[in-house]
Every structure is written in C-alpha cells, then in structure tokens.
C-alpha cells in the first residue's frame, strides 16, 4: 500500500506559478512511476506529466509542454509539478498517482494509488 498526499495548490493570477507536492508513505517509492493527472469541473480526469522511477523519463501533455516540469526526489519520497505561466484554463483538481510498473504512463487506469487532489485555482 502507498499513500499519497498532495499540497501546494493555491489561487493564482494568469501568468504566476506555483509548485505542487506529493508525499508518498513507505520504502519502495523510488520503485513506482508517479504521475499528475488533473479534473476540471465537468470533465473527466486527463494526464498532465509522469515521471519513471529509475532514470527519470518524463512525460507531458502537450497542453502544458514547456510550462510544466515534473521531478522527484527518492530520498524524501516526493514528486514534485512546478507549473509557470499559469493559464485559467489549467484550473483543476490535481491528482498525483502512483504506477507500480515503474515506467510511467499516460494511462489512468496504469495507476494503482491515488491521493486526494489538490485545488489549483487560475484567476484571469
């Protein structure tokens, strides 16, 4: 089992940013692929950016291709989603999600454990 808890959401301007965090519980976190995935109201749950879990392969959605950056750090357990040039159309829920597989995916349903979402709120 892997328990995941996000934080760092927040209400932000058009063009600021913020730094999202996911600390997972346990010892084989350097073992699983994490990823962001993202909910607006409305809409189904979609794929921001994963990250593998030895080499550091990552993965974007093309909507947030070179504003978003995903990492990690295996010694404190964390993923981390440092998001610029926030738009308001980013507004969501935001998910972090771990892939025992290791070699992270697009693919929700790749993802055995979730945490409970963070709200990040882009004013115009």
């Known amino acids: 089992q892997v328990w995941l808890v996000e934080s760092g959401g927040g209400l932000v301007q058009a063009g600021g940013s913020l730094r999202l965090s996911c600390a997972a519980s346990?010892?084989?976190?350097?073992?699983?692929?994490m990823a962001w995935f993202r909910q607006a109201p409305g809409k189904e749950r979609e794929f921001v950016s994963a990250?593998?879990?030895?080499?550091?392969?990552?993965y974007y959605a093309d909507s947030v291709k070179g504003r978003f950056t995903i990492s990690r750090d295996n010694a404190k357990n964390t993923v981390y989603l440092q998001m610029n040039r926030l738009k308001s159309e980013d507004t969501a829920v935001y998910y972090c999600a771990a892939d025992r597989r290791g070699t992270g995916s697009i693919d929700r349903s790749n993802y055995n454990y979730w945490g409970q979402g963070t709200q990040v709120t882009v004013s115009s």
């Open positions: 346990g010892r084989t976190f350097s073992s699983y692929a």
């Open positions: 990250i593998s879990r030895s080499v550091g392969s990552t």
